[in-house]
């Protein structure tokens, strides 16, 4: 380590702000960037999934 | 050789090898990029000219890479996509930008927040802060002109044409900028000297631009897969992962 | 090359008969450059120090706002349709099209450039950089902005979306022609500006028809 206590490392001679800033919004890029594809996947199939369940339904129902 | 590249425009064969490789890679490239993170934080020394603030170029420099790097990846799937008509270039060209877009606005951020410290303002009109805000603007216009087509075939192959148009323009307008930037460089700004950077330091981030890279990786796999599924969706096989069939 | 000539007269007599589209970006020019003057004030140093700039950076949207038009009509009539399936290699008609569309906004732009020079205390010095940037220069802009009504002239409304697509790739031609102006205006040397400039139209006249064609054939398919 680096710096003598964990208020020295949080607060980098007063540069902290900037640097946890930047690592904050790097963060939080990168989380929506693996956030976004996962939940357009997921309600892509979802739709799908009821759209196709309705289709059998209503196949089924004809039948009889 | 040519069954590989046959199966890679297979977007059923993709969707299930890349299911397959996306928890390593994204795995090791969360453990590279903590690994380097931590160590780039906490345990790389201070540098003496600028302190602490010099903790921002592990983000920084791995995110402008990465963003230089995304567009000639979205460059070349574009190219395949024109020149064999390969539907999975199309995908991956299409998935290219939006995750090069946030790259690029990432660099372009840590930087702003990076020069506060160093040089006393939030922008400083320097060549590769400039290169940058250009690049950025490069990729809007390929997201533009995608989301203004309604035939998103058409859509690909106008943005696969516009992109290497970009890229064969990037060089000369890194070069002119730079060119410029020298012509105004003020005398009291003096940016820092890649070169003397030293081995306790660029230890860390080459973690963190390997960490980086794949972390684009993974995006990128995500983003295709998530078009894949929207674009295949009258095939069976989507339709029977819709109603969690395995295959 | 009879084909490229023939081109190249169809084009000039068609917009010779719509004098009004072939004046209007002229006086978008000139009214934009009168703009500045009123923003940032009358004082002949500041408007001195800015005038490169100004003109240069007017010239730009000038040539961006003519573009849209460049294909559009074309596509309307379906002359365009006709160029596509036509014997004649799509590249000779897409540049014939272009030196014509340069002929009457890119040209008559240099030779107004003086005269608003004058307008805004341009030293006298860089007078001659002005006409010879611009006048190279603006060959590369109407063959840039082409590409980008190529991609767009499928689309109900291209406007903004041609600027947003071309504008960062007109940083060089931007950088190194008032680059030029302001040397001259400095009493350096401005020649291998000038240079520059004329290698990057030679790129653009050799490439962006390639481009254009390309964005022609996605454009007209849609």
Known sequence: ?64 | MWSFFHKLGSPRWFYQISGRFLPWISVTAVSLLVVGTIWGLAFAPEDFKQGNSYRIMFVHVPTAMVALVGYYVMAAAGAVSLIWRMKMADVVMRSCAPIGAAMTFLALLSGAIWGKPTWGTWWVWDARITSMLVLLFLYLGVIALYEAYDNKVAAGRACAVLSLVGMVNIPIIYKSVDWWYSLHQPASIKLTEESTIHSSMLQPLLFTAAGFYLFYATALLLYIRAELVFREQNTRWVRDLALGKRD | MNFFIATLRRELQISARRRVELTNPLFFFLMVVAMFPLGVGPDPTKLAELAPGIIWIVALLATLLAADGLFRTDAEDGCLEQLLVSHQPLYVSVLAKLCAHWLVTGLPLTLCAPLLGLMLQLPSPAMTALFGSLLIGSGVLSFLAGIGAGLTVGLARGGMLVSLLILPLYVPVLIFGSGAVQAAGRGLPFESHLLILGAMLLLAVCLSPLAIAAGLRISMDN
Do not use: I, Q
């Open chain 1, 1 to 64: 380590m680096y710096f003598d206590s964990f208020a020295a490392f949080l607060h980098m001679d007063g540069h902290g702000v900037f640097v946890w800033s930047v690592y904050g919004s790097a963060v939080l890029v990168m989380s929506l960037l693996s956030y976004l594809p996962l939940k357009r996947k997921k309600s892509t199939l979802a739709a799908l999934a009821s759209t196709l369940e309705s289709c059998a339904l209503s196949n089924s129902s004809e039948s009889h």
